[in-house]
């Protein structure tokens, strides 16, 4: 199957969308390099790709689309994951439910090798990445194969009955 965008792929969900993200960096961002100078204005404000995410985030949730997102990361965090939860309100504020664990309390659990969506329990979109954690697209697979959607959505509600939910995670 070819592989849709984010927006088609989300538009297309009925009743799920989750999202698990294995990384400690994701690529430059400017705004990360402003956080790190200091600032804790609202970043990416002015940001069109993020707001255009944020809308529709928004969209899918008012259609009664539950959107959760997972975060497994590496501690002492790294300044990415500092700034990915400082940035992650707008997310929560948006309708996305955000769980985070640290990695030494996922070593028993199977994942895949790459961060993913599955949508709906029975499509998935592989996300691959360059070794700078730049987007590697040409390289992204979509696929509905029962055993990839299995292994992929079992980590995931592993990851999330273990995570800690936005709000109460603070990291260090």
Same mark, same amino acid.
């Given at each position: 199957?070819g592989?849709p965008?984010?927006?088609?792929?989300?538009?297309?969900a009925?009743h799920?969308a989750?999202?698990l993200?294995?990384?400690d960096?994701?690529g430059?961002?400017?705004?990360?390099d402003a956080?790190r100078a200091g600032?804790?204005?609202?970043?990416?404000?002015d940001?069109p790709e993020?707001?255009?995410?944020l809308?529709l985030?928004r969209?899918?949730?008012a $259609?009664?689309?539950?959107?959760?997102?997972?975060? /497994?990361?590496?501690v002492?965090? =790294?300044?990415?994951i500092? #700034?990915?939860?400082f940035?992650s309100?707008?997310?929560?504020e948006a309708?996305e439910?955000?769980?985070?664990?640290?990695?030494?309390q996922a070593t028993d659990?199977?994942?895949?090798g790459?961060d993913?969506?599955?949508?709906d329990?029975v499509k998935?979109?592989?996300?691959?990445h360059?070794g700078?954690?730049?987007?590697?697209?040409?390289? $992204?697979e979509?696929?509905?194969?029962?055993?990839? /959607?299995d292994?992929?959505?079992? =980590?995931f509600?592993?990851v #999330?009955?273990?995570g800690?939910?936005?709000?109460e995670?603070k990291p260090s």
């Amino acid at each position: 199957m070819g592989a849709p965008s984010f927006e088609e792929l989300l538009s297309s969900a009925r009743h799920s969308a989750v999202h698990l993200e294995m990384r400690d960096g994701y690529g430059a961002e400017p705004a990360l390099d402003a956080w790190r100078a200091g600032s804790r204005e609202d970043l990416l404000a002015d940001d069109p790709e993020f707001q255009q995410w944020l809308s529709l985030i928004r969209e899918v949730t008012a $259609r009664g689309v539950v959107v959760r997102r997972a975060r /497994v990361f590496s501690v002492p965090e =790294s300044d990415y994951i500092r #700034w990915e939860h400082f940035i992650s309100d707008a997310n929560v504020e948006a309708g996305e439910q955000i769980r985070w664990l640290p990695r030494p309390q996922a070593t028993d659990i199977a994942f895949p090798g790459n961060d993913f969506w599955v949508i709906d329990s029975v499509k998935v979109l592989v996300l691959h990445h360059t070794g700078d954690g730049e987007p590697a697209p040409e390289y $992204r697979e979509f696929t509905d194969n029962p055993r990839i /959607v299995d292994l992929c959505s079992s =980590s995931f509600e592993a990851v #999330w009955d273990r995570g800690v939910p936005h709000s109460e995670y603070k990291p260090s």
